[in-house]
């Protein structure tokens, strides 16, 4: 997308200079999404460990992008040292910065299957060339998924004979959080840009703000109407007739069509139920965890730091990015970051394959 005028995805390969022996040395850029909407920053990373912080402190996030990071920083530990031995700890260094999103996973076991075969010397330039495929793959998945869902918005939108079509969404599930396009908001560029007019209510999505600071920021540099509400805003609006659906991306789906997404998606889930609102996914295949079935008993939760719930971070009026405490010292907080709306009330899965009942996702894959 661009910022602008200047396109950008969200995590590039940058050529550097040659190494002793005369191979090809590349860095990894992103943008620095905990600097966002305040500070447009690049950050260049040199090493696995590197891009494993990047992961755990949230400078890159939203699954399809922790997939393609984690592709990037199994690249970067290949290219400092490509013995079986060093790549299995990277593997697992990387396996531990979030636990959520399958994607992570995926794309893991991908680079390892990838170079497994190949002998110690091939296995740089086809472990660069593997992860900038699965970036590739992510941003065509994404503008199929763009597609398909505009087209489900365009006859949510005849029926509705409304104006303006509401869409409320619930975290960053925008480009920022892919490699391009988005998942859930790449229907809403797509349909905006055919000309549909469509106004989204963004959630906020404390503690982290996502909503608010990022999916906010990209629908604002796009020149989509929208507007931000507080989490606890959504169920009433859907009362009074003001969200037409409600579309959320996903860290990871069931086989069965469970879909977990950030915290607070399974009220949503529940409000846009009961006042006869659909509620769709945006679900890369690589987010399917075709492993499992029960979803609230087989996904695990990441746990995040209380900190995230007791403070706060924002703008200051003299230009200073600051954060603040909120609750009382002695309050205890935790900070769950993800939650599991059951199959039962999702209305559909919007994928690169087409839209589909959440319990027929298989259908469309085998
Ligand atoms: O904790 P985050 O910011 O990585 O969580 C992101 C989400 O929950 C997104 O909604 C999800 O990854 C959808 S993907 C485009």
Redesign the pocket.
């Known amino acids: 997308m661009k910022i602008d005028e200047k396109y950008y995805r969200t995590i590039w390969p940058i050529p550097g200079a040659a190494s002793p022996k005369n191979e090809a040395v590349f860095k990894v850029g992103i943008i620095d999404q905990t600097m966002l909407p305040h500070q447009f920053n690049v950050l260049e990373l040199h090493t696995l460990q590197e891009m494993a912080l990047a992961i755990s402190n949230?400078q890159v996030?939203?699954?399809?992008l922790?997939g393609a990071a984690a592709a990037y920083g199994f690249a970067l530990a290949v290219q400092s040292d490509a013995s079986d031995q060093y790549l299995r700890n990277a593997a697992q260094t990387l396996l531990n910065t979030?636990p959520t999103?399958v994607n992570l996973h995926w794309a893991i076991k991908r680079m390892q299957k990838c170079i497994d075969a190949l002998p110690v010397a091939d296995r740089r330039d086809a472990a660069w060339r593997e992860a900038a495929l699965i970036c590739e793959e992510d941003v065509q998945i994404n503008r199929a998924i763009g597609q398909h869902g505009m087209k489900l918005i365009e006859a949510e939108f005849s029926k509705s004979k409304k104006n303006t079509f509401n869409i409320l969404t619930?975290?960053?599930?925008g480009w920022l959080?892919?490699v391009d396009w988005?998942?859930?908001l790449s229907p809403i560029y797509t349909a905006h840009d055919a000309g549909m007019p469509i106004h989204v209510w963004v959630d906020e999505t404390r503690p982290?703000n996502?909503g608010a600071s990022l999916t906010a920021w990209e629908l604002g540099k796009h020149g989509i109407p929208h507007t931000v509400i507080s989490d606890n805003a959504g169920g009433h609006l859907m009362q009074h007739g003001q969200v037409d659906m409600v579309l959320?991306?996903?860290?990871r789906v069931t086989s069965t069509g469970d879909v977990c997404?950030?915290i607070g998606t399974y009220l949503k889930a529940l409000a846009a139920f009961d006042n006869h609102v659909p509620f769709y996914a945006a679900v890369p295949s690589p987010t399917i965890d075709w492993t499992i079935k029960d979803g609230l008993k087989d996904i695990e939760i990441e746990m995040r730091h209380a900190d995230e719930v007791s403070y706060i971070s924002g703008l200051t009026d003299d230009g200073q990015i600051k954060s603040i405490r909120l609750t009382p010292h002695h309050s205890h907080a935790i900070n769950p970051?993800?939650d599991v709306t059951p199959s039962h009330l999702v209305t559909g899965i919007i994928t690169e394959r087409g839209v589909t009942l959440p319990n027929q996702l298989s259908g469309l894959f085998n």
């Open positions: 949230m996030r939203g699954a399809p922790i979030r999103a619930h975290c960053n599930a959080a892919t988005g998942t859930a982290r996502q959320v991306g996903a860290d997404n950030k970051a993800f």
